[in-house]
């Protein structure tokens, strides 16, 4: 069994930076696909970016301002987040699954999740 827990949220300004944290309780890297999700109230939870071997996907929504990344020897994924928008409140969960695929259904673990809220 895949722990993960994740770090880093917040409460910040639109415009604002946050680098959210995703750590392992073993190595999970070439073995999974790492990816990040999130759920603003009453909503769908939503895919945001995933990574394997360096090979990174993100939604349309983040790209250009999110992006994500590993340390390995830390066992660690992060996601940095910049130029924050109020849409982007949410609860994150960071997921790991060892397919191709990137819906909810196809993630093998999940995180609890950490809340970042950006206010106007």
């Known amino acids: 069994q895949v722990q993960l827990v994740e770090s880093g949220g917040g409460l910040v300004q639109a415009g604002a930076s946050l680098r959210l944290s995703c750590a392992a309780s073993e190595r999970t890297f070439n073995m999974y696909w790492m990816a990040w999700f999130r759920q603003a109230p009453g909503k769908e939870r939503e895919f945001v970016a995933r990574?394997?071997?360096?090979?990174?996907n993100y939604a349309d929504s983040v790209k250009g301002r999110f992006t994500i990344s590993t340390d390995n020897a830390k066992n660690t994924v992060y996601l940095q987040m910049n130029s924050l928008k109020v849409e982007d409140t949410a609860v994150y969960y960071c997921?790991?699954?060892?397919?191709?695929?990137?819906?909810?259904?196809?993630?093998?673990?999940w995180g609890k999740g950490t809340l970042v809220t950006v206010s106007s």
């Open positions: 997921a790991a699954s060892r397919t191709i695929l990137r819906t909810q259904g196809a993630m093998d673990y």
């Open positions: 990574i394997r071997s360096g090979i990174t």
